[in-house]
T-cell receptor
Framework: AQSVTQLGSHVSVSEGALVLLRCNYS??????LFWYVQYPNQGLQLLLK??????LVKGINDFEAEFKKSETSFHLTKPSAHMSDAAEYFC?????????????FGSGTRLSIRP | NAGVTQTPKFRVLKTGQSMTLLCAQD?????MYWYRQDPGMGLRLIHY???????AKGEVPDGYNVSRLKKQNFLLGLESAAPSQTSVYFC??????????????FGPGTRLTVL
């Protein structure tokens, strides 16, 4: 079975500060890991994904995430927050042994940016 | 391309009423999905389809039915709405052959309230 835990339902940072959103996964097989972003009143969009190539994955809008197998983590970071980054972020997990229907989403982290 | 579109955007039902949510995609994707999003619970898969004429149950299928008569459309039906079905419903699609690392493309959502 696979699962995802996002630590912190709400994170608030100042504009220009480092963004760190935490995601830990559980999987008995090598995972695929995703970060999706949901802007207000919109559907989810893919930010980045890890599929067993490079452990440091770069995504859109200067976001990146590092796969750490020893820590079962896939934390999302951005060096400098912009006001436009305010959104909800979802971590998700699947595996090469799963069908496309078996993507498990975390409960989400709402990111607020203080001026 | 419009991507994934959903109709309607908002709906209020009374307990026991029925309705159908329509999802359409113009990307020629084989796989389509219906999710519900509830506060603190992330996205949960209701039903999905791996191609025209096929449907399958997801994590929370009870009280819902679906149909995929045309490749580009995926309908979600509520036969007898209950207050527990108050939620935001998202449709998504992904590219064939439905690999688990494929990006899912989401519609803007339907906000449903059942009184």
């Amino acid at each position: 079975a696979q699962s995802v835990t996002q630590l912190g339902s709400h994170v608030s940072v100042s504009e220009g500060a480092l963004v760190l959103l935490r995601c830990n996964y559980s999987s008995s097989v090598p995972p695929y890991l995703f970060w999706y972003v949901q802007y207000p009143n919109q559907g989810l969009q893919l930010l980045l994904k890890y599929t067993s190539a490079a452990t440091l994955v770069k995504g859109i809008n200067d976001f990146e995430a590092e796969f750490k197998k020893s820590e079962t983590s896939f934390h999302l970071t951005k060096p400098s927050a912009h006001m436009s980054d305010a959104a909800e972020y979802f971590c998700a997990v699947s595996s090469q042994y799963s069908s496309a229907s078996k993507i498990i989403f975390g409960s989400g982290t709402r990111l607020s940016i203080r001026p | 391309n419009a991507g994934v579109t959903q109709t309607p955007k908002f709906r209020v039902l009374k307990t026991g009423q029925s309705m159908t949510l329509l999802c359409a995609q113009d990307m020629n994707h084989e796989y389509m999905y219906w999710y519900r999003q509830d506060p603190g619970m992330g996205l949960r898969l209701i039903h999905y389809s791996v191609g025209e004429g096929t449907t399958a149950k997801g994590e929370v299928p009870d009280g819902y039915n679906v149909s995929r008569l045309k490749k580009q459309n995926f309908l979600l039906g509520l036969e007898s709405a209950a207050p527990s079905q108050t939620s935001v419903y998202f449709c998504a699609s992904s590219y064939s052959p439905g690999r688990a690392d494929n990006e899912q493309f989401f519609g803007p959502g339907t906000r449903l309230t059942v009184l």
